[in-house]
Nanobody
Framework: QVQPVESGGGLVQAGGSLRLSCAAS????????MGWFRQAPGKEREFVAC????????NYADSVKGRFTISRDNAKNMVYLQMSSLKPEDTAAYYC??????????????????WGQGTQVTVSS
């Protein structure tokens, strides 16, 4: 079992950058695909990015492609989401997620079993 805990959210101006961190407890972290989702007020939760256990496969939502970068450090049990060129529409609560199925060669855009509590990102115009 992997328990994610997010940090790094905050208030930033449009065009700025922010890095979210996710500390994940659990001995199977290094074998789990990890991802980020977000939910804006009044909207459904949506996929943002994911990374396979090896870091060799990544996937991004079209809305963040080219602006966000997901990475992981298995030695530290950490996942990161580097966000650049932020837009007001990126304002949302961001959630770190972990896959319960181990050793996937890819990562999915849904079906994650373990969720963090979320961290708020607010982008002002």
């Amino acid at each position: 079992q992997v328990q994610p805990v997010e940090s790094g959210g905050g208030l930033v101006q449009a065009g700025g950058s922010l890095r979210l961190s996710c500390a994940a407890s659990g001995r199977t972290f290094s074998r789990s695909a990890m991802g980020w989702f977000r939910q804006a007020p009044g909207k459904e939760r949506e996929f943002v990015a994911c990374i396979a256990w090896s870091g060799g496969y990544k996937n991004y939502a079209d809305s963040v492609k080219g602006r966000f970068t997901i990475s992981r450090d298995n030695a530290k049990n950490m996942v990161y989401l580097q966000m650049s060129s932020l837009k007001p529409e990126d304002t949302a609560a961001y959630y770190c997620v972990a896959d319960s199925v181990l050793d996937r060669s890819i990562c999915n855009t849904r079906g994650y079993d373990y969720w963090g509590q979320g961290t708020q990102v607010t982008v002002s115009s």
